[in-house]
């Protein structure tokens, strides 16, 4: 081995040394998140809430989880889940301490930026039928022509049965998209700004161009469109009143680069951080504090509503356990620490303006830990305190977890929020962590495999961890 030098000594004693996840842990972790992101991959094809929740739902089956019955005294290591709606869950392992001393929370958001349908969505113009849709969550409008869409959600009849639909995912499915303005004809639209290059009025998705063959009637193609959905579903025009609909991208979630070590794939914010609390979860056996794992909706649109975090049947659940255990929900929170996990930004060598180098978050680098999040002066943030960074650091160096430290991006470039601010409102001790991200909201992002394990391990640490919470 050759001899460090006297300042090679030094800095490696009192310096940061920030090395890519490839260079730095071992090549078994790596091969070990090329397997890991195998079930990430198949995690994705899920893309609503909804589907969301129904895929987990007998996967927790398999491992032991019973639906939570409050009034039941579980035993150690004994696992259960609460469903809110349809849209959000909680899962537990009942940890060998009791609820009082505190427990461990992880949450990620499953609702991702996407087209909801119009309450009236269905109209015909210059003989082709379409879907109008509302954009919900933040993206970019013009990213969302031109690339094939599908159609999922449900529908409520007149009976009140409730109709499944996916349409158009799968090779054998037809494509759905919203067209775009051909160049030649485009020069008033080019010196647009990107904001109004398409509007949201716009995104109005082709569905049909055959009329149905009767003259009598008008709207023919939209006819024949109801009618093929009326085939197949059983449904008619009035039924989307009572029907959450919405286009997503039909693109497959697959391996990205010519060494396979990223994925592209849509919803990955927050689907990356989804998956690894997840993962984490399910094998977290007998934990010292109990653990609740937390998929949430509507973080893209500030979590409201009944199934945002904003709601209380988060809080609601807190309460039920404290009271199965007869304790109070007050002690409950103040001696829990929650990991937000929500996506981050990698930097981009395109734009790396908007990156401060010393505070950024690099591909590769292992999950990204915010301190805080927000806008301007740290406006609505979450803002880890030194002592919460020291608990979970702590337990990261301990249990061999790779993470970096960022901001989202320079100063007054933007910012954003995160479910920290909805769950340190309860009085627990919240910091944010998620997988660097490139392409963040655009209809396909990119993740690099190693930090989607990474935060699996990150997770886990934290649920295995014996250390109390001490501050
Ligand atoms: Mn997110
Ligand atoms: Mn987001």
């Known amino acids: 081995m050759v001899k460090k030098t006297k300042g090679q000594e030094l800095a490696g004693k009192i310096l940061t040394d920030r090395k890519s996840l490839v260079d730095k842990p071992s090549a078994e972790d790596m091969a070990k998140a090329d397997e890991f992101c195998v079930g990430y991959k198949a995690f994705l094809n899920n893309k609503t809430e909804r589907e969301v929740v129904d895929y987990v739902l007998p996967i927790l089956a398999e491992h032991g989880y019973k639906e939570y019955k409050r009034g039941t005294k579980y035993r150690a290591g004994s696992k259960f889940y609460k469903v809110n709606r349809g849209k959000t869950i909680l899962m ?13 929370v992880s949450v990620a958001h499953i609702d991702s930026p996407r087209l909801d349908f119009k309450p009236h969505p269905l109209f015909e113009d210059a003989s082709m039928a379409y879907f109008k849709t509302h954009y919900y969550g933040g993206i970019k409008k013009y990213q969302w022509t031109t690339i094939p869409l599908s159609v999922r959600g449900v529908v409520y009849t007149k009976k009140g049965e409730k109709v499944t639909v996916k349409i158009g995912e799968g090779e054998d499915e037809p494509a759905l998209l919203i067209t775009d303005l051909l160049p030649h004809l485009a020069q008033t639209q080019m010196r647009k700004t990107a904001g109004e290059v398409v509007e949201g009025e716009q995104l109005n998705l082709l569905i049909g161009s055959i009329p149905y063959d009767d003259e009598k009637v008008k709207d023919r193609v939209k006819l024949a469109v109801m009618k093929i959905l009326n085939d197949k579903y059983g449904i008619t025009e009035d039924d989307f009143e009572t029907a959450e609909l919405c286009a997503v991208p039909a693109f497959i979630p697959r391996d990205m680069g010519l060494d396979r070590s990223m994925i592209a794939a849509y919803g990955q914010d927050d689907s990356s951080c989804a998956y690894a609390e997840f993962m984490a979860e399910l094998d977290t056996k007998s934990p010292e504090y109990t653990t609740v794992t937390i998929f949430a909706d509507k973080e893209e649109t500030g979590s409201d509503g009944v199934t945002g975090m904003r709601s209380f049947f988060f809080r609601d659940f807190l309460e039920d356990l404290a009271q199965d255990e007869g304790c109070e929900v007050r002690d409950v929170l103040r001696h829990s ?47 880890a305190s030194a002592e919460m960074m020291n608990y979970v650091i702590s337990i990261f160096r301990d249990a061999g977890v790779s993470w970096q430290i960022g901001e989202l991006g320079k100063i007054d470039q933007g910012g954003g929020g995160t479910i920290a601010s909805e769950i340190s409102v309860h009085s627990i001790d919240t910091v944010d962590i998620g997988v660097p991200v490139l392409s963040m909201h655009a209809p396909i992002e990119v993740t690099c495999k190693a930090d989607v394990y990474m935060l699996y391990k990150a997770v886990r640490a934290v649920y295995d961890s014996k250390r109390p919470k001490d501050f």
């Open 92 to 104: 537990c392992t009942k940890g060998r301490r009791p609820v009082a001393e505190g427990v461990r």
């Open 337 to 383: 620490v929650c990991l937000s996990c929500d996506v981050s930004a990698g930097l981009d060598p395109a734009w790396p303006e908007v990156m401060e180098r010393n505070n950024c978050c690099f591909m590769n680098r292992g999950p990204c830990l915010a301190k805080y999040d927000g806008s301007r002066g740290k406006y609505s943030t979450n803002d």
